[in-house]
């Protein structure tokens, strides 16, 4: 029965995902355990998009099918989950900019792949994510922008990462629609990902996991 | 007795659609008077290697060489892009400098950046303007959002203009709030249907929604009267314009402005048979919309910005079942009436070129951005001519000598058949001014044929 969850989930489907979520449930079964089966889901949804048999509106589905085992769980839930996350990583789109769609599908991964993603949205000046990383002690900065004037607002932030003497303890990754290895020269930033599962390997090899 | 427009053959219609690009008129519908014989030279020849470039039946004189900027004129004659929205004279200016300085073969026109005020006066919530979302340094933005809900397509499908007007504005312009209580045009039947459906136009909410309309009617008024001054003050220089108009892909119509990425994307699993249906709705209308913009601006060319079909965005099973089938229906409809679709493919588009290639020979213009561009050659590029590939990150960060190694490359196989126009791949604000010049230059100067 738990494996069902797991591969209805992975197989995109809504109807007997939530079918089942509700019968376990109703049996008494603990809470914790069906999250950790959905997330189970995701990862293999995760998976099938790093081998390019889904794509995104397959990740889209497969979050939005989360949120309502989300729904329907949460409130049965008597304990927070655990946190097994592997490595903070400070997200967002860079000042000037607004675009999120290649942001959200980034985070989306770096999430179902164990990283703690702190989101910061679009549009967000050179402070705030010094500010959050000091706060969070992030290790990971990504940096997303859509704009060729993005390529100016994320030199600008890794040199306010700079200034703030943080540069030495973050990793920088950026990318975006016309993101490429002269953009990272020219930002100064570590990496660049072409798409989210480069986002994904980057982060593993710089927290050293597998 | 000349052939009716009706008895014409998309080829005849296709080659009348030229002749009246050809012979430009000015705003009275007489003959453009050109600045000098030069002027006209220069435009007839413009046009003319576009026209052999796009027919693919001879090769052309030169291959044609064009930019398209966003907002990068703005920016590179100093003036703000909040400025160009509001500032008419400064828009003109700025986009003028930009043409007569780098001199390619078409106007894009200074009809992108749009009239501030009108969008102001309308609340619009779609875009972050300059001062309005975004810093007023920075380009218009699009805020994607669901502005039709999913259980709405039933309401879209029967009736399209009515579900526009009195649910998609409303939420789309706040000052438009209270066309939500409008009746629908067609219960305006018998001396009965008028009392009765006249109503709603006296109650304050509708009367402030069209005092809104009337005022942002006149702004983008005075609006056009700049854009279209300067469009025909250049094309009297020599200078036809890049487009007559633009329609859209029935998938990116609902996508980018009714649903919504993630929206659509649900959609897509949820109720797939209305978001064909839908599809199929919006279909003739996005074809009369090309239509019409060429034949008013006596233009064949109608830009289509491509979207959500792009690489990723979705499997090829789906682009198959959902982008593909509209969108082609869409170019036909166009072709049947002597108008060139001009799709820009922005991003990556490699998986979907055999798929793209099932169009007729000689009748598109496609703007690809960073597909590998040997393989649309191989493929688009045996039926449809191709503009673009010059990367945005080269013309920001590279050098002149770069670019001119880059360009001659695209003319030696791209190029070598004809077909192919040197154009930056995508839309972009910032360039070294440098590198386009090395753009434009080295292709008057190399891109001969023999």
């Known amino acids: 029965m738990n494996k069902d969850l797991v591969s209805t989930i992975a197989d995109l489907n809504e109807q007997e995902a939530l079918k089942i979520v509700k019968d376990r449930l109703s049996a008494g079964e603990d809470p914790l355990k069906i999250m950790e089966d959905a997330r189970k889901g995701l990862e293999i949804v995760g998976e099938r998009f790093a081998s390019s048999e889904y794509f995104i509106p397959d990740l889209v589905y497969s979050g939005e099918i989360m949120k309502l085992i989300t729904e329907l769980v949460k409130p049965q839930l008597t304990r927070e989950e655990e946190t097994r996350k ?99 020269k020219y930002t100064g930033a570590d990496a660049y990902g072409k798409d989210a599962m480069a986002g994904v390997t980057l982060a593993k090899k710089w927290t050293g996991v597998n | ?107 894009i026109g200074s009809i992108g950046p749009g009239p501030g005020r009108a969008f102001e006066i309308l609340d619009y919530k779609l875009y972050s303007w300059p001062g ?20 709405e397509y039933d309401a879209l499908i029967e009736d ?20 939500k209580m409008l009746p629908a045009a067609t219960g305006i039947l018998e001396i009965f249907g008028v009392a009765a459906n006249f109503i709603p136009f006296g109650l304050p909410p509708v009367q402030a929604a069209f005092k809104a309309l009337m005022e942002a009617g006149s702004e983008a008024l005075k609006w056009i009267g700049a854009v279209g001054a300067l469009g025909n003050e250049t094309m009297a220089l020599g200078f036809p314009g890049t487009f007559g108009g633009f329609t859209k892909a029935p ?39 090309g239509v019409s913009a060429a034949r008013m601006n006596r233009h064949p060319l109608i830009f289509m910005p491509l979207h959500k079909g792009a690489d990723g965005f979705m499997s090829d099973e789906q682009f198959k079942k959902f982008y593909w089938p ?5 170019m036909i409809g166009l072709i049947n009436e ?36 040997l393989e649309v050659k191989k493929t688009l590029g045996t039926v449809a001519c191709l503009a673009g590939n010059v990367p945005s990150d080269m013309l920001k960060l590279g050098e002149p000598e770069q670019v001119k190694d880059y360009v001659k490359n695209l003319i030696d196989t791209v190029g070598k058949d004809g077909g192919y126009i040197v ?28």
């Not at chain 1, 903070?88 to 000042?95: D, L, P, S, Y």
């Not at chain 1, 607004?98 to 702190?118: A, P, S």
């Not at chain 2, 509209?326 to 869409?330: A, I, L, M």
């Open chain 2, 251 to 289: 998938f990116d119509v609902l996508g980018d402005t009714l649903r919504g990425t993630r929206g659509i994307m649900l959609d897509m699993y949820r109720q797939p048979d209305k978001l064909l249906e839908a599809m199929d709705r919006l279909t003739p209308i996005m074809i009369k919309m």
């Open chain 2, 1 to 107: 007795m000349e052939k009716q427009w009706v008895d014409m053959s998309p080829e005849e219609k296709q080659e009348e659609m030229f002749n009246q690009w050809l012979s430009p008129r000015d705003p009275e519908g007489n003959d453009l008077k050109f600045q000098s014989p030069g002027a006209q030279k220069d435009y007839i020849e413009r046009v003319t290697i576009i026209k052999d470039a796009i027919q693919m039946k001879k090769l052309p004189a030169r291959v044609p060489v064009i930019i398209s900027p966003s907002f990068f004129p703005c920016y590179y004659a100093g003036v703000t892009p909040q400025e160009a929205m509001y500032d008419y004279d400064k828009l003109n200016m700025a986009f003028r400098k930009f043409l007569l300085d780098f001199q390619p073969d078409t106007n």
């Open chain 2, 160 to 179: 399209p203009s009515n579900f526009f007007i009195t649910t998609y504005f409303p939420r789309v312009f706040g000052a438009l709030e209270g066309l």
């Open chain 1, 86 to 184: 592997s490595g903070k990583i400070v997200f967002g789109t860079v000042r000037g900019d607004i675009h999120d769609i290649g942001k959200n599908i980034v985070t989306f991964m770096l999430d179902v792949n164990g990283f703690e993603v702190i989101d910061l949205g679009v549009d967000v000046p050179e402070q705030k994510f010094v500010d959050k990383i000091k706060e969070s002690g992030a290790s990971i900065v990504g940096l997303s922008g859509f704009l060729t004037l993005a390529f100016d607002s994320m030199k600008q932030t890794i040199r306010a990462i700079e200034d703030a003497g943080l540069r030495d303890s973050v990793k920088v990754m950026i990318g975006g629609g016309q993101i490429s290895e002269e953009i990272r």
């Open chain 2, 132 to 151: 309005h979302g975004v810093p007023p340094d920075s380009p218009y933005q699009c805020n994607e959002g669901e502005y039709m809900m999913a259980d």
């Open chain 2, 338 to 373: 002597g108008v060139i679709p001009f799709p820009a493919a922005e991003g990556h588009w490699n998986s979907r070129l055999e798929v793209l290639k099932d169009i007729p020979r000689g009748k598109t213009l496609w703007m690809i951005d960073q597909s590998d561009m």
């Open chain 2, 326 to 330: 509209t969108f082609r229906e869409v």
């Open chain 2, 423 to 450: 154009c930056n791949g995508a839309f972009f604000d910032e360039a070294k001014p440098e590198n386009l010049r090395a753009m434009v230059d080295f292709t008057r100067e190399y891109g001969i044929y023999e």
